[in-house]
Nanobody, 115 residues
Framework: QVRLVESGGGLVQAGGSLRLSCTASTSTSTFNDMGWYRRAPGRPRELVATISSGGSTKYADSVKGRFAISRDSAKNAIYLQMNSLKPEDTAVYYC?????????WGQGTQVTVSS
């Protein structure tokens, strides 16, 4: 079955950087879109960034200019480079893959940014 596994979360100070990784059990090219979502305590899950099979990207306004999503097809992976982190970025970050009508999710990785 399709599996997505995230890694790279951790605790950083404001202004720091983290790089999240998501490795898929299948080729990333089989997904219509892949992306990163996050859920902060008491908040609904929200879009962070997506990348389509054709390479088009979208970002939440709150992370534009600070985060970058990328893909390494050879490794069946996508990444989220997070720079200039803010305390409000604290959340569990989830990798998502969309394949036709199905959504696949990783277990999530915690990102905590201290002030």
């Amino acid at each position: 079955q399709v599996r997505l596994v995230e890694s790279g979360g951790g605790l950083v100070q404001a202004g720091g950087s983290l790089r999240l990784s998501c490795t898929a059990s299948t080729s990333t090219s089989t997904f219509n879109d892949m992306g990163w979502y996050r859920r902060a305590p008491g908040r609904p899950r929200e879009l962070v960034a997506t990348i389509s099979s054709g390479g088009s990207t979208k970002y939440a306004d709150s992370v534009k200019g600070r985060f970058a999503i990328s893909r390494d097809s050879a490794k069946n992976a996508i990444y989220l480079q997070m720079n200039s982190l803010k305390p409000e970025d604290t959340a569990v970050y989830y990798c998502n893959g969309r394949m036709f009508i199905s959504d696949y999710w990783g277990q999530g990785t915690q990102v905590t940014v201290s002030s």
